[in-house]
C-alpha cells in the first residue's frame, strides 16, 4: 500500500526564512487526524532520512496519519546541547518555531487535530525531540527518541517550563558507536566529526528521567522479547509506568548500532540494524495511532 502513498514537498515561512518539508499522506479540510513530525540525523534531510529507513514511518501515513519529514538547517537541528556546534545552533535557526508553523499550516482548517501531534527523532533529530519535550509542554502528544539520549545537566539549554507529562517511547542500541547506551562524552574524533561534545545520560538514565517527569516512581518491568530472525540483535523492553499516567518505554537493542530497527539495513559502518522489530509499528501500538 505504501508505494500509493501520495508524498509532496512543502514549505513554511518562519522568521521570513523559508523551511522545507516532505508531507506523505492527504487529509482534507476538517478531517483532524494525527501529524506525525519526524526529525532525520546529522547530515541528512527529511528525504534521504526517509530512505535511509527504508520508509519504515510511512506506515503511519498508511494508518491514517500525516508524516512530515522535515528538513534541518544545514543538515542538522538547533537542539539544546550546550556544545552543540552545528551551523543550525550557531545561526540560532529558529526549529521550534518551524515545528509550530508546521503543525499550524494543519491546524488552520483542522486538516490535523492539533491535540495529536507526535514526534519522531533519530540521533540529532532525537536530541531535537528532547528539547520540544521540555521547551514546548502540551505541543506534543507523545514522543519517540531514537539513537538519542538525554543531555547532562551541565550540557542542557532548553529552558524550564512547567512540566507536562508525555508518553515516551526509546530505541537504543547497546553497540551504538556515536551515542553510546551508557552514557558519557564522545571521544575526539567524533567530537570533530560531529561538530558537538558534553556529557550525556545513558538510555536507561534517560528512561528513569521521563519516567519520574511523568510523576512515576515504581520500578520499571524488563521483558526480554522472542527473536523473530536470525540476526544477532536482541530486544528487551523496559516499561515504565503508573496509574493515571502516561508510560515511558524504553526498547534496549542487544547488539544493535546508530540504526533504526526495521526492514532497512543502515550502513555497516555505524553498527548492525535490528530486524527483531519493525520501529513503525511499536509506535503504532504505543501510541495507539
Known amino acids: 500500500m505504501r508505494n500509493t502513498l501520495t508524498a509532496i514537498r512543502q514549505s513554511v515561512t518562519v522568521a521570513e526564512a523559508t523551511r522545507t518539508f516532505t508531507l506523505v499522506g492527504t487529509a482534507a479540510p476538517g478531517e483532524a487526524k494525527p501529524l506525525v513530525l519526524v526529525f532525520h540525523g546529522s547530515g541528512q534531510t527529511g528525504d534521504k532520512h526517509r530512505a535511509f529507513t527504508g520508509g519504515v514511518f510511512d506506515a503511519l501515513a498508511d494508518r491514517g496519519a500525516l508524516v512530515a519529514y ?4 544545514r543538515g542538522n537541528w538547533n537542539d539544546a546541547r550546550r556544545e552543540n556546534r552545528f551551523p543550525a545552533r550557531r545561526a540560532d535557526i529558529d526549529d521550534v518555531g518551524f515545528v509550530r508553523a508546521v503543525i499550524a499550516t494543519f491546524a488552520s482548517d483542522r486538516r490535523i487535530d492539533p491535540s495529536r501531534v507526535y514526534a519522531i527523532g533519530y540521533s ?6 528532547i528539547r520540544l519535550a521540555h521547551e514546548t509542554p502540551g505541543l506534543l502528544a507523545g514522543a519517540t527518541v531514537i539513537a538519542a539520549t538525554m543531555p547532562a ?24 558507536p556515536i551515542v553510546s547506551y551508557q552514557g558519557g562524552t564522545m571521544n575526539w574524533a567524533l567530537r570533530t566529526i560531529f561538530k558537538v561534545g558534553g556529557s550525556s545520560w545513558s538510555a536507561t538514565r534517560t528512561a528513569r528521567y521521563f519516567a519520574e ?20 540483535t536482541e530486544v528487551e523492553r523496559t516499561t515504565y509506568e503508573a496509574q493515571g499516567v502516561p508510560p515511558v518505554v524504553l526498547y534496549t537493542i542487544h547488539h544493535g548500532g546508530h540504526t ?6 543502515a550502513p555497516a559502518l555505524i553498527g548492525k540494524t535490528s530486524h527483531q522489530l519493525d520501529t513503525a509499528d511499536i509506535i503504532i501500538q504505543f501510541f495507539d495511532l
Open 260 to 265: 533504526v530497527p526495521g526492514q532497512a539495513s
Open 124 to 129: 540529532n533529530g532525537g536530541q531535537m525531540v
Open 213 to 232: 517527569r511523568n510523576g512515576i516512581t515504581t520500578e520499571p518491568t524488563t521483558t526480554r522479547l522472542p527473536k523473530t530472525t536470525d540476526d544477532p
Open 70 to 73: 522535515l528538513d534541518g538547517y
Open 153 to 176: 545537566p551541565e550540557n542542557f539549554l532548553a529552558s524550564q517550563t512547567p512540566r507536562a507529562s508525555l508518553p515516551v517511547l526509546l530505541i537504543h542500541g547497546t553497540k551504538d
